[in-house]
């Protein structure tokens, strides 16, 4: 059995809170439903590949509960998504394809508390107003560990969901700390930068690594030689590269 890698454990079901009749008096599963021409399996498939690996399930739960058209859009410099929903048509989400997954685990999460916010409130509620604040606060909460966010993301994030502003780069300390954590991928070496067969350090101990499989490889701890997959873009430590 391989050991699902390292630092992937299970995401704790916190789902309680978040389900849609949080909004008082109003029974979303009495609106008509839409059709929708995303299947569970195209949006995990897409968040699979933008959101940090813990966070996957919990967004695919959030489009389960109530979903919208999900689009991928090339870098807009006024914008990092948006959510829009005229009337007799679709919901629809959309967020820029470069964002870090960091950021883009934020982004999907603001414009799906804009979504429950309309199928709510309708246009009687502002697009950044309490409703949406209390909303996006309470779909954040989850994701507020350490499983998600590193430190001291974590800790700036935190702090701005405390009182969320319209855009998060509105915050200087948290736009620096999304700064800095590219700043500092970019001048990481990355799993993927070394050939197989190189030995490299992560979390303290040495690892071989071994063939790819999709988006991860396989890698065996030398002292124990337990398997683990760990993801290609993983920054490593030390690395000893194999001749090759
Ligand atoms: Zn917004």
Redesign the pocket.
């Known amino acids: 059995m391989l050991k699902q890698t390292l630092l992937l454990k299970p995401l704790q079901k916190k789902r309680s809170n978040l389900l849609i009749r949080d909004f008082p008096g109003k029974a979303l599963g009495k609106l008509k439903p839409f059709s929708f021409s995303m299947d569970f399996k195209k949006i995990e498939g897409i968040l699979s590949q933008h959101v940090p690996a813990n966070a996957v399930l919990y967004c695919v739960t959030l489009w389960q509960e109530l979903p919208f058209d999900f689009k991928l859009r090339k870098t807009r410099l006024s914008k990092v998504g948006d ?1 829009t929903c005229r009337t007799g048509s679709r919901p629809q989400i959309t967020i820029n394809r470069d964002l870090h997954p960091y950021l883009f685990l934020m982004t999907y999460v ?2 799906v508390a ?1 979504h429950r916010v309309h199928q709510g409130y309708g246009f009687r509620a502002e ?2 107003g309490d409703e949406w604040k209390a909303t996006f606060q309470t779909l954040m909460n989850p994701m507020l560990s350490d499983e998600i966010f590193p430190e001291p993301l974590l800790s700036g994030l935190r702090k701005h969901m405390a009182s969320p502003k ?1 855009s998060s780069f509105s915050d200087a300390e948290l736009t620096q700390l999304f700064r800095s954590l590219n700043d500092r991928e970019a001048s990481a070496i990355l799993l993927s930068h070394i050939p197989e067969g190189s030995i490299f350090s992560l979390h303290g101990k040495w690892f071989k690594k071994g063939k790819l499989r999709r988006t991860r490889v396989l890698c065996h701890e030398v002292k124990t030689r337990r398997q683990y997959l760990v993801p290609v873009d993983m920054p490593i430590g030390q690395a000893q590269l194999a001749l090759l």
């Open positions: 959510f603001h414009e804009h697009a950044h319209a």
